[in-house]
């Protein structure tokens, strides 16, 4: 009985999710230093047309908005190319009138040429709906989405749209990644964004695979977006729902990596939470409808390995999930069953350790290309290995729920000033202090290696309601 419930812990929590990192490891280093060779391809002449620029605006601080002019005052000065500016605003009219008038005047102040501020009021409400009114209102045939607290280089236009002139209907940037706070969390997201980027996007890319559309930084060809329908309005991730009809529909995704979009990841842990489960569901709700209607129906021409991966692509959660499960419980059953569940078999042992040996050195090697000190990127794997843990149960909740509902609200993450209100997570003290009183009655029964794997885990979320939000002083 005890060897039946170890092997189905072993095969259904504990390798699912360190094989999913597995594979991400082996996909960073194979992509990592093959280049993509671009074909020949006939000019489109989109090059030389205009560009649109469409920004969505709900819940976001005024001083945002305003630091999202002026970037762009800065970057489009320099454009040889036609441009507009359209920022489209789902906020109660009297706060969008406000930041209407706000940002009119300094867009005029500044220079900005071409800017436009749509207040919508009609049509049904949400984020894809607002990209489609966008979509609907532009003027010219390239069109760039971004996030308000994005913020673009002075080349990243002109190098999406060179991207698109190599005959691709989307391309996507790299995204650089920054903070308002120096906190531990915001910095230490900066540099995880270089291994995810790395990961997920450059190395996919270098090896032929599937590349789905990121919601900032990622430039489309108009002439696809209305031939795929525009985004759907019943999904919560819009970017990686939009792959599945892109590829569905026999379109292509191209990816920039010398080209760069700035983009504002969170320095307080509600807030990461925030952004992380609204991610996990939409990864596997786009799994569970968008891929499965518009992807399978393709999957002879896009390969057998190409299909799978994007699978995978899509799972992207489900090892923070099944982590959850069992930290969950793993603990108790050993209580129960007095045995020391995690004593694995050599097999299991071994698997387990060159797996997650390989992971940690594609997380080391991607970080090693930011010059940072050895020191700094053992503790900066850390600090990502104890966010990474404090997150898991709430990416378990939201995994369920995209499991068996089909819609939750959709929550703008927090930013700027707004952050520093939201205050403290209470539901992580409670899972620390299960995993302590778990962890006491493990090391009573002598369950010495569960006991280890409880304590190293524990340790990680005690670091994260301590440390996380401290300022880093540079």
């Known amino acids: 009985m005890i060897e039946v419930v170890r092997l189905l812990i072993y095969v259904f929590l504990i390798m699912p999710s360190i094989l999913i990192m597995f594979i991400h490891s082996i996909i960073y280093f194979l992509g990592k230093k093959k280049a993509k060779k671009e074909e020949t391809r006939v000019s489109t002449g989109l090059l030389n047309s205009g560009v649109s620029i469409i920004v969505l605006v709900k819940n976001e601080p005024e001083h945002i908005i305003?630091?999202?002019?002026?970037?762009?005052?800065?970057?489009?000065?320099?454009?040889?190319?036609?441009?507009?500016?359209?920022i489209v605003c789902d906020d109660p009219p009297e706060i969008a009138l406000r930041l209407k008038k706000a940002s009119e005047e300094y867009a005029s102040k500044l220079g900005l040429r071409n800017f436009r501020f749509l207040i919508r009021t009609e049509?049904?409400?949400?984020?894809?709906?607002a990209l489609n009114y966008g979509v609907l209102n532009s003027r010219y045939e390239l069109i760039l989405f971004m996030d308000a607290d994005s913020r673009l280089r002075k080349d990243t236009i002109p190098k999406l749209a060179s991207c698109v002139e190599l005959g691709y209907d989307v391309c996507v940037a790299r995204w650089l990644g920054y903070s308002y706070k120096n906190t531990?969390?915001?910095?230490?997201?900066?540099?995880?964004?270089?291994?995810?980027?790395?990961?997920?996007?450059?190395?996919?890319?270098?090896?032929?695979?599937?590349?789905?559309?990121?919601?900032?930084?990622?430039?489309y060809r108009k002439d696809t977006l209305l031939k795929v329908g525009l985004w759907e309005t019943d999904v919560v991730q819009d970017d990686m729902y939009m792959g599945t009809k892109l590829?569905?529909?026999?379109?292509?995704?191209?990816?920039?990596?010398?080209?760069?979009?700035?983009?504002?990841?969170?320095?307080?842990?509600?807030?990461?939470?925030?952004q992380q489960a609204r991610w996990a569901f939409g990864a596997i709700e786009t799994l569970?409808?968008?891929?499965?209607?518009y992807v399978v129906k393709r999957s002879k021409e896009l390969g057998l390995l190409r299909f799978v991966?994007?699978?995978?692509f899509l799972l992207q959660y489900v090892p923070l999930a099944t982590l959850s499960i069992s930290l969950i419980l793993v603990p108790i059953l050993s209580i129960l069953l007095r045995d020391d569940i995690m004593r694995m078999n050599i097999y299991f042992l071994s698997a387990f350790s060159i797996m997650t040996l390989t992971y940690g050195l594609s997380l080391y090697d991607s970080l090693k290309e930011l010059k940072l000190s050895e020191?700094?990127?053992?503790?900066?794997?850390?600090?990502?290995?104890?966010?990474?843990?404090?997150?898991?149960?709430?990416?378990?909740i939201q995994t369920v729920k995209a499991l068996f509902r089909n819609k939750i609200p959709y929550v703008v993450t927090p930013k700027g000033e707004r952050e520093s209100a939201l205050g403290k997570d209470k539901y992580l003290v409670l899972f620390a202090t299960?995993?302590?009183?778990?962890?006491?009655?493990?090391i009573i029964l002598r369950n010495y290696l569960t006991s280890l794997w409880i304590g190293a885990f524990l340790a990680g979320i005690l670091y994260s309601l301590l440390r996380l939000e401290k300022l880093v002083h540079s």
């Open 66 to 86: 305003l630091e999202l002019i002026s970037n762009l005052s800065k970057s489009l000065d320099v454009l040889n190319h036609e441009y507009e500016v359209l």
């Open 184 to 219: 531990k969390l915001g910095v230490s997201l900066t540099y995880s964004m270089k291994y995810v980027v790395d990961t997920l996007y450059k190395c996919r890319y270098n090896l032929g695979l599937m590349v789905f559309p990121l919601g900032t930084g990622t430039m």
């Open 288 to 293: 569970k409808k968008g891929y499965l209607k």
């Open 247 to 274: 590829y569905g529909m026999g379109c292509s995704v191209g990816y920039s990596d010398d080209t760069l979009v700035e983009v504002s990841v969170p320095s307080s842990f509600k807030a990461f939470i925030v």
């Open 375 to 396: 020191i700094k990127i053992l503790k900066s794997m850390g600090t990502i290995a104890a966010f990474t843990t404090s997150i898991s149960p709430y990416i378990l």
């Open 434 to 442: 299960y995993l302590s009183v778990v962890l006491v009655c493990n």
């Open 123 to 129: 049509g049904p409400k949400g984020r894809a709906a």
């Open 309 to 312: 991966e994007g699978a995978i």
